[in-house]
């Protein structure tokens, strides 16, 4: 039997059964990722659930209490808290995911596998991290005396979106910080700047009309204002939010994945 070996194309396929025959290193690339995220702290995973609560008291008292920003009826800490809590896993996967195959350069130039799973492996841990923000977003439900209504069953699509997207974008920039390390001084701009951008700490009712197609063009705004609509029964988004920030999430992810193939070949030689 004989092995044919071909070098590859200046654009590579996805590779998709590759990706599905190697999915056991992702799962250990997510161990290993939690491992170091984790190791010698002295709380752990429960930083999860800290730091949202923490900078919802912050955004609480100044842009609730003192600005009075408009929360579409409800508590303002649980507004901004459910926009935290999915920001949050949001933010780390996209500075993470970015870095990351800088930061695994040993390990790209040792061994073979598909190095899309460096980031894929940094946003599938996030969800360790999601699970302990929602834990402290239902005692912050509890204390309010909020029931979520059916709306909720359509969370996990709205995390999915979410994370296609960053996952996408973090495809991109990863790929070139291998080869342009100005990407690293560019990301807590860009953190911040997609930040304030969505509907986290105010509303997105406030865009006026003629901007809101455009607004929605950021799948940030349906997720955030999808999980308030199920869990804390804020008005539900439009069917056009919805469409716009599915199909862009899945071009952001596409598209990073395919620019990602297509750098991948001259990773190790410049990692």
């Known amino acids: 039997m004989k092995t044919l070996i071909r070098p590859p194309t200046r654009w590579p396929g996805l590779a998709l059964r590759e990706l599905w025959r190697y999915r056991s290193i992702c799962m250990v690339l997510v161990r290993r ?8 702290t002295a709380v752990g995973a429960a930083w999860a659930m800290l730091q949202p609560l923490s900078l919802m008291l912050v955004f609480t008292v100044f842009f609730g209490a003192l600005v009075k920003v408009q929360s579409e009826g409800i508590p303002y800490a649980v507004f901004v808290m459910i926009g935290l809590t999915i920001w949050q896993v949001v933010g780390k996967v996209l500075n993470e995911g970015s870095l990351s ?6 390990l790209v130039n040792k061994i073979y596998f598909p190095r899309a799973y460096i980031p ?3 946003a599938l841990g996030s969800l360790v991290d999601l699970a302990f ?6 005692a912050l439900l509890v204390v309010f005396q909020i029931i979520p209504g059916w709306p909720i069953v359509l969370a996990p699509l709205l995390v999915a979106i979410a994370l296609a ?8 920039l990863s790929a070139m910080n291998v080869t342009y390390r ?16 969505s509907p986290i700490l105010y509303s997105s009712s406030i865009i006026p ?6 607004y929605w ?14 869990i804390a029964g804020t008005p539900a988004p439009p069917i056009e939010e919805w469409l716009e920030g599915i199909i862009v999430a899945a071009v952001l992810l596409c598209s990073g994945y395919f620019f990602f193939r297509h750098r991948e070949p001259g990773f190790s030689d410049t990692v």
Not at 101 to 106: E, Q
Not at 165 to 172: L, N
């Open 209 to 214: 009309a003629q901007f809101q197609p455009l």
């Open 120 to 122: 894929i492996a940094s």
């Open 217 to 230: 063009l950021n799948p940030m705004a349906i997720t955030v204002d999808g999980l308030r609509w199920g």
């Open 165 to 172: 997207a960053v996952t996408g974008v973090s495809f991109w």
């Open 101 to 106: 195959v800088v930061a695994n350069g040993a």
């Open 133 to 138: 923000g929602f834990l402290a977003l239902s």
């Open 182 to 197: 100005d990407v690293a001084q560019l990301l807590p701009f860009l953190t911040q700047m997609w930040m304030f951008s």
């Open 33 to 40: 990722s939690l491992m170091v995220r984790y190791r010698q």
